[in-house]
């Protein structure tokens, strides 16, 4: 309970000084005239249809996990999987971790809800974050380049680009190697894992269960990953569904544009939206951190303050805003069908008590 209270504390902290930051940098810096004068402009059908984005890129991510499942025989509908990946959405907007919150969430309560092998889920959820860091490495260095080559700029926004570029491809080669390596991970679990749990836990910890269950666990998982890889032709098909779930998610930005009636060249989206995506996909993508991020890149790539400022902050709305909320409501749904599915088994399992 007071590991709840203090991260729910961290996390009204941080968001109350990102939003104190935000609202500061549009007071002095753009200035509030300047933006409600650009807002009052915007046409409502191309934002609705930037929405409209999100919902697609949202379904076609869901498929995502959904094919990855099937490859695996783990069987689950699509409307739960895109429930419980809305859901993963709300830990990912509400927590400031390094974006696995919501992988851990919706794995959790897949396994709850549909009484599946956890190690075979979380292979296929791992698969799909493998997949996820690829395509967002791949949209950084193509973003650095375009950055570095087409457009004048100044050193330290290069070294800031640079550094998340290594930092990334650091984070997705630390994934893939464990994921690949049963070695490794059985090398953690038993030269970190267990030597920190019994000594915090001392003697309410039971090593050999522990050890046990744990190993289990990573062998199942391990051959799921290995199952995944093997499979080649069905993870195009997995990647071919999340490489639409990217484009529809660009097209956010294409269609807030169009919104306020200005157009921008392809190049100029990438590059924001590379950033911004890889800060939001390790976790740093704060309350008015990211706003600032995107309006200054916009800067630098020659946009008006205005339509920056006004640009992030209605792009914002959606991907965070409007996802936190129905996260928030997907969230609360998928934990109601998993107490609905643990009563029926609790019923079930008294009927023949009852009857005798």
């Given amino acids: 309970m007071a590991l709840k209270t203090l991260q729910s504390k961290r996390i009204i902290l941080i968001s109350t000084l990102g939003l104190t930051i935000f609202i500061l940098y549009l007071y002095f810096y753009v200035g509030t005239g300047n933006f409600v004068d650009i807002v009052k402009q915007v046409n409502i059908y191309f934002y609705l249809s930037a929405f409209a984005a999100f919902f697609a890129a949202t379904f076609f991510s869901a498929l995502t996990w959904h094919s990855l499942l099937d490859n695996l025989n783990v069987q689950s509908s699509i409307r739960r999987i895109v429930i419980l990946t809305w859901a993963g959405y709300f830990l990912d907007t509400t927590l400031p971790d390094p974006g696995w919150s919501g992988d851990i969430t919706k ?26 860091m690829a395509v967002t490495i791949f949209l950084l260095a193509l973003g650095f380049g375009l950055l570095a080559f087409s457009y004048v700029v100044p050193l330290e926004v290069i070294t800031f680009f640079a550094t998340i570029v290594a930092l990334s491809l650091a984070s997705f080669l630390i994934v893939y190697f464990l994921s690949a390596s049963a070695k490794s991970t059985k090398t953690l679990l038993n030269k970190l894992m267990i030597p920190v749990l019994s000594f915090f836990l001392r003697s309410r910890f039971n090593e050999v269960h522990f050890r046990e269950e744990a190993e289990k666990f990573l062998n199942t998982f391990h051959e799921g990953v290995s199952t995944l890889k093997a499979e ?20 956010i930005v294409f269609l807030v544009f169009l919104a306020l009636g200005f157009s921008i060249p392809l190049d100029k989206v990438l590059i924001v939206y590379a950033l911004t995506g890889t800060l939001s996909s390790v976790g740093v993508a704060f309350v008015g951190l990211t706003e600032i991020v995107m309006t200054s890149l916009y800067q630098v790539l020659l946009i008006p303050l205005a339509i920056s ?11 965070l805003w409007f ?15 998993i107490l609905v599915r643990k009563k029926q088994r609790d019923d079930d399992k008294e009927e023949p008590g009852m009857a005798v």
């Fill in 107 to 132: 794995s959790y309560m897949l396994s709850k809800k549909a009484d599946q092998n956890a190690g075979k889920i979380v292979a296929s959820v791992v698969s799909q974050k493998i997949i996820s």
């Fill in 232 to 251: 080649k032709r069905a993870l195009a098909v997995s990647v071919a569904y999340y490489l639409l779930s990217v484009a529809f998610d660009i097209s």
């Fill in 309 to 319: 400022f006004s640009v992030s902050l209605l792009t914002r709305i959606i991907t």
């Fill in 323 to 337: 996802k936190l909320i129905a996260g928030y409501i997907a969230f609360h749904l998928a934990g109601v069908e």
